[in-house]
């Protein structure tokens, strides 16, 4: 069971929009930026978005992430098949002491 | 550029003690946090703990009392330890540099904590 809640899976049409939500608590999204992250099957994750909206060098900017409250989101326009992937959210979870991922969210491009 | 490479024995036995090495190039070990995430096949990422200053570690706390972390600075290397393993601890480990920080500014605390480089990750069959 992980700290931070997404959702299962998540699909739309080549060109169109998805969203993908990140639930935390006061704790960890409360009081602590999000960081993204994209993975491809049998391969490291990678760094998509940090600082809840902040892109890393050379990610482009149809990715995109916000943060309000206990919740935080990521938001892919463009969609293309090379999207097709596993994204996860992360952050520091005071009460815990300790870093928290999502469960993570599969993107299918239909 | 910054790379990250684990290794590590592939096949342990239930009830030991796993270690796990990472080996970094092109940056230095201080003052980064370094941090350890696993992932069970077919799960979700597990954060495992990170070191930083050397030496200060933080650790999940489902795992705490079995985990240990360490580095070298002569070798620019971390290490890994995960004591009285079991089968549910099977996965591909991975090793990462992270970034940490919080500050009050304007009465408003902002804090940041993310991974922006990782290794390829190492797999570990816990088995007999």
């Known amino acids: 069971q992980s700290v931070l809640t997404q959702p299962p899976s998540v699909s739309a049409a080549p060109g169109q929009r998805v969203t993908i939500s990140c639930s935390g608590s006061?704790?960890?999204?409360?009081?602590?930026?999000v960081s993204w992250y994209q993975q491809f099957p049998g391969t490291a994750p990678k760094l998509l978005i940090y600082?809840?909206?902040k892109r890393p060098s050379g990610i482009p900017d149809r990715f995109s992430g916000s943060q309000s409250g206990t919740s935080a989101t990521l938001g892919i326009t463009g969609l293309q098949t090379g999207d097709e992937a596993d994204y996860y959210c992360g952050t520091w979870d005071s009460s815990l002491s300790s870093g928290v991922f999502g469960g993570g969210t599969k993107v299918t491009v239909l | 550029q910054v790379q990250l490479q684990e290794s590590g024995p592939g096949l342990v036995k239930p009830s030991e003690t796993l270690s796990l090495i990472c080996i970094v190039s092109?940056?230095?070990?201080?003052?980064?946090?370094w941090t350890w995430i696993r992932q069970p096949p077919g799960k979700a990422l597990e954060w495992i703990g990170h070191i930083y200053d050397g030496g200060r570690t933080y650790y999940n706390p489902s795992l705490e009392s079995r985990v240990s972390m360490s580095v070298d600075t002569s070798k620019n290397q971390l290490s890994l330890r995960l004591t009285a393993v079991t089968a549910a601890d099977t996965a591909v480990y991975f090793c990462a540099r992270g970034h940490y920080s919080d500050y009050i500014s304007a009465l408003t605390f902002y804090s940041y904590y993310y991974m922006d480089v990782w290794g390829k990750g190492t797999t570990v069959t816990v088995s007999s």
């Open positions: 600082d809840s909206n």
């Open positions: 092109g940056d230095s070990i201080i003052p980064n946090y």
């Open positions: 006061s704790s960890n999204i409360g009081d602590h930026s």
